[in-house]
């Protein structure tokens, strides 16, 4: 897979976060992701490493989301969501328009005689013009691990609810269920005398336990309510 480069400052927030991930073999929950950051913060960047989420968050968003290293792959509104590398096209997305506006202010710089520059510089700049990839560093190769970002992910809200009894009419209609299970076979078979009193007894003890279940299933009703 084509990932995206390895950031060009390396004593960057974005190297911070990008050394982060890939010390997390390239996915990572955000909580995750922001102790790893401040593990080897001193190591890279030249400034305090944020000391509560709010601030990771804001630095994560400018400096490596908005710029195309990482992306979220959870939606939004997720507690802890999931981040990963991004896709070279991602990164390119993101990077070049920010290239050709560097690239134009530059040379208008240099025709204002504000700049001094090289012909061969100059030359570099318009092919850039012409076409912003050849200004980009070239993507990163990157092997998946077998472990999915799925695995890591919350559980899905609207899942659990559906899992969920919605009121007493879908546990009555799943004790119902149950008992169909309990009734013995409909075969006719004449009973003998010490099969007599057999199924009574069956029956009172499978009537006890769905009275235990009922009486599970309302608790479990009134606590989720």
């Not at 570099?124 to 691990?145: A, F, H, N, Q, V």
């Not at 009555?172 to 078979?189: A, F, M, S």
Request: with cysteine.
């Amino acid at each position: 897979m084509k990932i995206a480069p390895i950031p060009k400052r390396k004593h960057s927030r974005s190297m911070v976060l990008y050394t982060a991930m890939e010390n997390l073999h390239g996915s990572a929950t955000r909580l995750e992701l922001y102790k790893e950051s401040r593990r080897i913060w001193a190591e890279i960047a030249q400034e305090k490493p944020p000391s509560t989420m709010d601030q990771f968050q804001k630095i994560l968003t400018g400096s490596a989301i908005s710029q195309g290293y990482l992306v979220r792959q959870s939606s939004r509104g997720t507690k802890n969501s999931v981040y990963t590398f991004a896709a070279y096209e991602v990164f390119r997305s993101k990077a070049e328009p920010a290239l050709l506006s560097r690239t134009m202010y530059t040379l208008s710089q240099i025709e204002n005689g504000e700049q001094s520059a090289t012909k061969k510089r100059i030359e570099k700049l318009e092919r850039i013009l012409e076409d912003p990839s050849t200004g980009l560093p070239e993507p990163r190769e990157w092997e998946l691990r077998p472990e999915s970002v799925s695995n890591k992910a919350e559980p899905d809200s609207e899942q659990i609810e559906k899992e969920k009894p919605a009121n007493i009419d879908d546990v009555l209609e799943r004790i119902e269920t149950i008992l169909e299970r309990q009734k013995p076979p409909q075969t006719t078979i004449t009973p003998s005398k010490l099969e007599v009193p057999i199924w009574p007894a069956v029956i009172g003890v499978s009537i006890a336990g769905i009275a235990i279940l009922v009486a599970v299933c309302l608790s479990i009703l009134a606590l989720s309510s």
